[in-house]
């Protein structure tokens, strides 16, 4: 059975860092990425990472501030987000697809539940 259990998320000013964490159990995927969703807002696409090579892809809000990275022996993926703003504030989760990388959540199988995160002023 896949689970993906995000956690991580918090409260934290703006500027602070957050790392997440996505467990993930099951058999493996090939693609891992990370989403995020603000309240009346859809799902957007914030980075994604490769299983089996360093292949990593952000979202242009993301680059130069956010680092995503696995651990495949603790079958776990991390999203290191760093000088964080208010407008980063969302639940974000983790998700799961076989095949090549993609920035739409439909193309993805398999999601965790979510960790909020909330970055004040």
């Known amino acids: 059975q896949v689970q993906l259990v995000e956690s991580g998320g918090g409260l934290v000013q703006a500027g602070g860092s957050l790392r997440l964490s996505c467990a993930a159990s099951?058999?493996?995927?090939?693609?891992y990425g990370w989403f995020r969703q603000a309240p009346g807002k859809e799902r957007e696409f914030v980075a994604a990472?490769?299983?089996?090579?360093?292949?990593?892809y952000y979202a242009d809000s993301a680059k130069g501030r956010f680092t995503i990275s696995r651990d495949n022996a603790k079958n776990t993926v991390y999203l290191q987000m760093n000088s964080l703003k208010p407008e980063d504030t969302a639940v974000y989760y983790c998700?799961?697809?076989?095949?090549?990388?993609?920035?739409?959540?439909?193309?993805?199988?398999?999601w965790g539940r979510g960790t909020q995160v909330t970055v004040s002023s």
């Open positions: 998700a799961a697809r076989m095949g090549s990388t993609s920035p739409y959540p439909r193309e993805y199988s398999y």
């Open positions: 099951g058999p493996p995927f090939s693609i």
């Open positions: 990472i490769s299983r089996f090579d360093d292949a990593n």
